[in-house]
């Protein structure tokens, strides 16, 4: 079993910052791309920003400039420091990740998903 999960959520003001943080434990081979998603109460679920084994990274027109991922792949981590935000920046977020286990032939890449944490932002 494979577990990604994430903490850093809270209350903030707009403006404010926040980090958030997730953790993958479990039978791990590799890890290709990590990211966050978030939903909004009433919308669906859209990306935020990924970030390869590589650092290569991508990001959501909407949080360009002001939040930024990150991953520790010796911890098998993946970070998303929160700048600069605003009201509408509210929701859950949820952590990905593309994870490899090795199955005694090959590695099989699955895609697992944490519980989420709730980023609120007042005005």
């Known amino acids: 079993q494979v577990q990604l999960v994430e903490s850093g959520g809270g209350l903030v003001q707009a403006g404010g910052s926040l980090r958030l943080s997730c953790a993958a434990s479990g039978s791990i081979s590799s890890i290709n791309v990590m990211g966050w998603y978030r939903q909004a109460p009433g919308k669906q679920r859209e990306l935020v920003a990924t970030c390869t084994s590589g650092s290569t990274t991508n990001y959501a027109d909407s949080v360009k400039g002001r939040f930024t991922i990150s991953r520790d792949n010796a911890k098998n981590t993946v970070y998303l420091q929160l700048n600069s935000l605003k009201p509408e920046d509210t929701a859950a977020y949820y952590c990905?990740?593309?994870?490899?286990?090795?199955?005694?032939?090959?590695?099989?890449?699955?895609?697992?998903w944490g519980q989420g944490t709730l980023v609120t932002v007042s005005s």
């Open positions: 990905n990740a593309e994870v490899g286990k090795w199955t005694g032939v090959t590695i099989r890449y699955l895609e697992v």
